[in-house]
């Protein structure tokens, strides 16, 4: 079992759906959680950070950290077509070498007008 | 600032032969590594660096060298390409270590091995 595990998807959507994506770990260390968008043909680029628990939103987009649970949701709201891309889930902790995000597979997003 | 950079942005090679993938930042990072993504695998680590001739291992390492002479490069070489070595690769830094600020990642290589 991955350490972090993201369900790949494609998830599809009309335009103007809330979306919801996840991502479960295992490893009870991680303290920061980050939320990383990728379109086709380019370098993943950060969307959200957050560390520890609780909730962060920045315009439309909405993350979520349940570490009792060990489960991080990031929530689009009015998704758009722009949006459609591959988002990626990283978490990392803190010290030592545990600073090295691990990442989750990623999935595939798909807005259609 | 330019950020990432990495060179060639696509490269077709024959198995057996060798080449250096090549990444440079200007924002003064320490710490840099290489992934590679393969579909339906995600991001997986090559090898990293935090800091000018300090390198370790990552998930994935056998096949690659790196170095690290100087804080802006950190070129990646596959020493006999195999066709399993067929992938895209991409270059991060990241703030200074303890902080777990962002990755900025490159564009990417997309390298072909038959």
Redesign the interface.
């Known amino acids: 079992q991955k350490e972090v595990e993201?369900d790949?998807g494609p998830l599809s959507v009309p335009e103007g759906a809330i979306v919801s994506l996840n991502c479960t770990y295992s490893n009870s260390a991680f303290?920061?959680f980050?939320w990383y968008r990728q379109y086709s043909?380019?370098?993943?680029?950060?969307l959200m950070?957050t560390?520890s628990s609780g909730n962060k939103e920045d315009g439309r987009f909405t993350a979520q950290v349940d570490k009792s649970s060990k489960y991080i949701s990031l929530f689009i709201r009015d998704s758009q077509p722009s949006d459609s891309a591959t988002y990626?889930c990283a978490m990392?902790g803190?010290?030592g070498g545990s600073?090295?995000?691990t990442?989750?597979?990623?999935t595939s997003l798909i807005v259609h007008p | 600032n330019a950020g990432v950079t990495q060179t060639p942005k696509f490269q077709v090679l024959k198995t057996g032969q060798s080449m250096t993938l090549q990444c440079a930042q200007d924002m003064n990072h320490e710490y840099m590594s290489w992934y590679r993504q393969d579909p339906g695998m995600g991001l997986r680590l090559i090898h990293y660096s935090v800091g000018a001739g300090i390198t370790d291992q990552g998930e994935v390492p056998n096949g690659y060298n790196v170095s690290r002479s100087t804080t802006e490069d950190f070129p990646l070489r596959l020493l006999s390409a195999a066709p399993s070595q067929t992938s895209v690769y991409f270059c991060a830094s990241k703030k200074p270590l303890g902080s777990n600020y962002e990755q900025y990642f490159g564009p990417g290589t997309r390298l072909t091995v038959t």
């Open positions: 993201q790949p303290q920061y980050m043909r380019k370098g993943p680029e950060l950070y560390y990626l990392s803190q010290g600073y090295i995000p990442f989750g597979r990623g």
